[in-house]
């Protein structure tokens, strides 16, 4: 018979081992916030780019495209690397490239330079974004998977708030001062690659390495029952580990999903919002500055923040569907009506930055975190560093695809026009979750493959 010690017990046992899931997330979601701050700087640092070099609208699509081409390579490498060196081990490799890559940044006197470092700075953001969801929802209890995913994106929101408040405090520095908002991630980047020399290597992919007793061990620290282990083993030993077997019968729903909705979360135009912010405040809102511009980007900075913590204590009760479908719906009212506000002509900032922080809350609580927790999810182990890759590349191209083509659209159909397309796109958002997206809440990761094959 049980004693009332014994469940003082089990539960210290059971908070133990919550605790070091939450330990390993947060250690990992390191990368989710330099991903967060190297993306989003390019918001502040722009109007001090394009008025340092006299840059066109076509060079400053470039410049700030430029990062995402290097996370779509990044991403495209991170699957076979973590497959064949480990996930821990890519990790360490893209914190150093974080690292070097922010003093890079700082440095160029021209629009070569400029899009060869941050070119290298995509190839590490490309590589964690990818690999920082995979690795935790790989060493994540099933009750709690959710949560602890979706703390990679609070630490990517909270990442682009910093980077708003970088920008905002340096700016009074002058025209160089986009040198010095680059420069400072190194700091973290170092501080990203001593943590991870703290956390375990996946249990899953132990076991696809024959690395067993690693694998028991670490599952046991995570608080997994010895069966556990023994499925992972039956999962793995069904899988044959090639690209091809992502187009067979039983997986091609998983990677058109997981593609389709990470194009999605990119083309309903979140970074429109975080990469020229700043442009849209001063250039077809009326911001009264340009120091002006960079405090409504701390203010969408911090609502973004605030939006992913409510998601990420509600992901896991109301679920991946609800959440994407929620969210969308109100991401596209509100380009709605921003569209109509800027149809009408003698636009002030007020109006544009209530709806713009209204649109950046949905997303927030929905469509940020909730892809990247459901891509996470959706494929056999083996295959997942891959299969990722290939919608983490999706998703990279998709934002290429967006910020390229941002301030041409408005230019051709008017800011108005440019952002009734992105509602409609959420639209379609709505449709494609409702009709297509399972519901993966409260399944263990075997158990979500199982459903595939069956």
Known sequence: MATQTDGIQLAGREAATRLYSYRIASVTALSGLLFGFDTAIINGAIVFLRRHFRWSEIETEVAAGSLLAGCALGAGVAGTLSDRFGRKVVLLLAALIFALSSVATALPNGLAQFVAARVVAGIAIGIASMLAPLYIAEVSPAAIRGRLVSMNQLAIVLGILVSYLVGWALAGLGDESWRWMFAVAALPSLL?????????????????????????????????PPARLGEIERAIAEESGSLRQLLEKGLRRPLAIGVTLAVLQQVTGINTVL????????????????????LANVLIGAMNLVLTV?????????????????????????????????????????PVLTLILCYVAFFSFGMGPGVWVVISELFPTRIRGRAMSLATVALWLACLLITLTFLSLVKAFTAAGAFWIYAFLCAATVWFVWKYTPETKGKNLEEIEQQWKS
């Open 310 to 350: 409510v998601a990420l204590f509600t992901i896991d009760r109301l679920g991946r569907r609800t959440l994407l479908i929620t969210a969308a719906a109100g991401m596209g009212a509100a380009l709605t009506a921003l569209g109509f506000v800027f149809a009408a002509g003698s636009v002030t900032p007020t």
């Open 275 to 294: 990469y020229y912010g700043s442009i849209i405040f001063t250039e077809q809102a009326g911001a009264a500055s340009t120091s002006a511009a960079l």
């Open 192 to 224: 990203f690659f001593a943590a991870l020399f703290f956390v375990p290597e996946s249990p899953r992919w132990l076991v696809k390495e024959g690395r067993h007793d690693e694998a028991a061990r670490v599952l046991a620290r995570l608080g997994e």
